[in-house]
């Protein structure tokens, strides 16, 4: 049975982890035989954002794992605990947390800088040649964690795409039923809500992910 890392970066789409990505990638974890164990950097949120107005909510503070044991249950780590040697896998969910909290790309693009506690667990599976996937804008982050023009994808927009280049990727456009594997790299990514807009589609892209890269050996 293949035990599975997944990072989450908060609670919400706004300003964490984008919530259908995440538990489709749970759900889809499960029915494929797998276990998975969930972290988060213990870190403060880049900013909360109110997700009824849509606007940032001033003075307000909140912790990007306690954030994540909402959409865990609970039942969650500090990513500083992710020893590589213990899981077979590697799935980062996006939401604007993966560009806010886990690197600063949605504010500063190309110039982003990077949560170290973060990085260096996605370079130890990078390294260690296990597979990982990323789905949405998590990317991003995947692209500094490779480098060498891994192919990878957030869909097709052309900033953005242009973003994850400058970062030493090279970008595949991509539909949103669909991923971009890289096999040198075991790195396996989708547009999830970059493209989606259902919940079904987004289902059909976190599960076509998981599935393929959960398929890598």
Known sequence: MKKVAVILSGSGVFDGAELHESVLTLLAIEQEGATYTCFAPDVEQLHVVNH???????????NVLVESARVARGDIKPVTEC???????????????????????AV?????????DVLNVCKSFAQAKK??????IAPVLAAKVYGNHVK???????????GVN????????C???????????????????????????????????VKTVLAMK
């Open 175 to 209: 539909k949103v039923d669909e991923v971009v594997v890289d096999n040198d790299a075991k790195l396996v990514t989708t547009p999830a809500y970059m493209l989606a807009e259902s919940v079904s589609q987004a289902h059909s892209s976190i599960t076509k992910m």
């Open 152 to 162: 990878l994808t957030i869909g097709n927009d052309e900033g953005t795409a242009n």
């Open 52 to 62: 009824l107005t849509g606007e940032v909510s001033e003075g307000e503070t909140r």
């Open 83 to 105: 020893d590589v040697n213990a899981f077979d896998t590697l799935i980062v969910p996006g939401g604007f947390g993966a560009a806010k909290n886990f690197c600063t790309f």
């Open 131 to 136: 597979p990982a996937a990323y789905a949405c």
């Open 108 to 116: 500063d693009g190309e110039n982003c800088s990077f949560n170290e």
């Open 166 to 173: 400058a970062l030493g990727a090279s970008h595949v456009d």
